[in-house]
């Protein structure tokens, strides 16, 4: 079946250059008081593939000056649990998603392309 072998096709291209991660999600829930309040939880680990992305690049302006960050993207499996503001730690950088693409054919994902940002904390630069 075409949809079987395009997935497979996705994760033998995860796995020329993989890395496990635990995602973090902050959602907003109802509270015990009937207001809202956000929770932050660990998703179990899951193997995605990141790389390069072309020219992608955004400027953030600091005291200092400018800083001019490269994107990355993301290959994620069809199944992957992964939504855009998701954040996660890799070689010591904290990332957050930006954009989750689903790649599909005949109505079904076949995997996920998502494009991840440094996160540039509070006085960095």
Known sequence: MEL????KLTEQSIQINPFDVKLRRTERI????????????????????MYLA?????????????????????????????????????DGVDYRVAVVNPVGYLGEVVSYQCVVEEVIPDGGG
């Open 30 to 49: 109802r509270s015990d008081t009937g207001g809202w309040k956000n929770e932050t939880i660990t998703l179990p680990e899951q193997t995605f593939r």
């Open 4 to 7: 079987d072998r395009r997935r």
């Open 54 to 90: 072309g020219e992608s690049t955004r400027e953030i302006a600091k005291d200092g000056g400018t800083l001019q960050i490269k994107n990355r993207e993301m290959l994620c499996p069809w199944n992957a649990d992964i939504k855009k503001d998701d954040e996660f730690k890799k």
